[in-house]
């Protein structure tokens, strides 16, 4: 039997009774940090950064440091998958990642190679040990991913886009070509989840940043069936005999909420345009939820930051099942101070409402 986790973070993962809601948030470590951009300064670049075990610990424990959240982030991206597959990955200033060769016939993907993550992603594993050690179980360690078909996205575009013109293209004219090369990166997104798993981290996250771009019968035949397919063989159990939470969070994908759930994911992500309340009643206890307060909020003044969050905490209840985190990522532009703020709120806020609940009990 797995070990029942002691830690705020993990027992509301599995909806377990917490003290108070737990938080963390997505890119909480990055540029609005100034301690961040110094590291990033010293890396020279930002992958250079990623591939620096020593560097990338020292950033994913930063926010830690700074805002005493309930759960450190492994800083890496999504993209070292398709890197580590065989394409060229680079950031042009301004633009965002570029990925090369583009992948848009059967030759191309032929081209893709199996990863050994000891052999092809060891930096990243190498990063999980060095973070784990340097938390000393004062907090877990989240790994991640990005989904089959958000890293299909870029390996078939080349890199960001506004029409996803080429990948949608493939789905509707070539769908067995997609799904091939769907497979091919479930396979290495399981691998390379598992060993992160296997070298310390205590809860993975998949990211599917561009599943929102789907229609609802495209999302479900196409970004989901891939995710099934890792979750389905993920370790669910560490090697400290603690019990593994795989969170999902998909953007734009909040009216698919129980096709998400039958995925068997223990915690499913909400972006802001998600309401809260409802999706708290449409999951009836069956998944914790995550989220999902407007990232843009943080550009308001404290006193409106802590309205937001006891109104968003409010519309989650008391019963056990919440992680608190923004409806997205922190942008580069936000005030540090703001996200403690935040923080701050989340913990208060949230005492109080247990304190209410239980005195109503009572």
Not at 9 to 21: G, M, Y
């Amino acid at each position: 039997m797995p070990i029942e986790p002691t830690h705020r973070f993990l027992r509301a993962c599995h909806s377990l009774p917490v003290d108070q809601t737990p938080v963390w948030l997505m890119r909480q470590a990055g540029r609005y940090l100034p301690e961040y951009m110094r590291v990033r300064q010293q890396a020279g670049d930002f992958l250079t950064l990623c591939k620096n075990p020593d560097l990338a610990t020292e950033v994913t424990l930063q926010p830690v440091y700074r805002f005493n959240m309930d759960a450190a982030i492994l800083f890496s991206d999504i993209l070292v998958v398709p890197e580590a597959m065989g394409m060229t990955l680079f950031f042009e200033t301004g633009e965002g990642p570029v990925l090369e060769p583009v992948l848009r016939t059967p030759a191309d993907l032929r081209c893709l190679r199996p990863v050994d993550p000891e052999e092809r992603l060891g930096y990243v594993l190498q990063t999980v040990v060095q973070i784990r050690q340097a938390l000393n179980g004062k907090i877990p360690l989240i790994g991640f991913s990005g989904s089959p078909w958000t890293l299909a996205t870029y390996m078939i575009e080349g890199g960001s886009s506004k029409t996803f013109r080429y990948i949608k293209g493939m789905l509707f004219d070539q769908p067995a070509l997609l799904q091939q090369l769907l497979d091919q990166i479930s396979d290495v997104v399981v691998d390379y989840l598992n060993a992160q798993i296997a070298h310390g981290v205590q809860a993975v996250q998949i990211f599917d940043t561009w599943g929102g771009v789907l229609g609802p019968r495209e999302f479900v035949a196409f970004s989901l069936r891939s995710i099934q397919r890792i979750v389905d063989r993920l370790h669910r159990v560490g090697p400290d005999g603690q019990k593994v939470p795989i969170i999902l969070f998909a953007k734009g994908c909040g009216s698919l909420l129980e096709e998400m759930i039958g995925t068997g994911c223990d915690v499913i992500g909400l972006d802001w345009t998600t309401d809260a309340a409802s999706a708290r009643h449409r999951a009836a206890g069956r998944v914790a939820l995550q989220g999902n307060l407007d990232p843009a909020v943080l550009y308001a003044s404290p006193e409106i930051i802590r309205m937001q969050v006891g109104r968003l905490l409010r519309d989650f209840g008391t019963e056990p099942g919440h992680i608190f985190n923004l409806g997205h990522g922190v942008a580069q532009d936000m005030d540090p101070s703001r996200i403690a703020d935040l923080v701050t709120a989340v913990q208060e806020e949230s005492r109080l409402l247990l304190r209410y609940r239980q005195a109503g009990e009572e």
